[in-house]
């Protein structure tokens, strides 16, 4: 069927508390991954990206870690903070198809002070 | 800070109207892109754009979408009836590379509500 409206995933930490996002894709043939910030009522907002032939990459707080072998992607913030809370979004491209990205659903991250 | 531009921030309008929706990317960039974002729903892309032409468009966009760059500044999303499932925030972005060697710029996006 159709959907007319996904609930986005959710998660909820403690201020000071590391955070991780995680994110799935499907696309074998992808080489290239960007975690977005989204605050309420703005534009995705670039975090940090990372390319196949990497498995982690650190940016001001922000670690990102891709497993091509399961597909999978992880977004951590360290100590985060109450403009932490966002919707990210992971998203993928590839070489074929290298100025189109394919996003993810979101997960909404809701830090509580 | 350099940043994308979009206007309007909001357009209303009735089911077969013709919307244009504008653009100002960052000034150095090269490669323009429009994407739309359902409420609620995934982020979509739609067309990207690069030397004065398309250099990738999506099935949703079809005959009904055209975007253009009339000047040396403005980047334009134009649907010619609109439906109401064209209703959804549209973003433009920008980027100074092509995917994959540099992150896209958003603006704040344009909410288009068709009734």
């Known amino acids: 069927g159709e959907s007319v409206g996904l609930h986005l995933p959710t998660l909820s930490v403690q201020e000071g508390d590391n955070s991780i996002i995680n994110c799935a894709y499907s696309?074998?043939?992808?080489?290239?991954f960007i975690w977005y910030k989204q605050e309420s009522g703005k534009g995705p907002q670039f975090i940090i990206d990372i390319r196949s032939n990497m498995d982690k990459r650190q940016g001001q707080r922000v670690t990102v870690l891709l497993n091509k072998t399961v597909k999978h992607l992880s977004l951590q913030i360290a100590a985060t903070q109450p403009g932490d809370s966002a919707v990210y979004f992971c998203a993928e491209s590839s070489a074929g198809n290298n100025r189109k990205l394919i996003w993810g659903l979101g997960t909404s991250l809701a830090v509580n002070p | 800070e350099p940043e994308v531009t979009q206007t309007p921030s909001h357009q209303v309008t009735q089911m077969g109207q013709e919307v244009i929706l504008r653009c100002v990317p960052i000034s150095n960039h090269l490669y323009f892109y429009w994407y739309r974002q359902i409420l609620g729903q995934k982020v979509e892309f739609l067309v990207s754009f690069y030397n004065n032409e398309i250099s990738e468009k999506s099935e949703i966009f079809d005959d009904q979408f055209s975007v253009e760059r009339p000047d040396g500044s403005n980047f334009t999303l134009k649907i010619r009836s609109t439906k109401l499932e064209d209703s959804a925030m549209y973003f433009c972005?920008?980027?100074?590379?092509?995917?994959?060697?540099?992150?896209?710029?958003f603006g704040e996006g344009s909410r288009l509500t068709v009734l």
């Open positions: 696309n074998s043939a992808s080489d290239y």
């Open positions: 972005a920008s980027s100074q590379l092509g995917m994959g060697a540099g992150e896209l710029f």
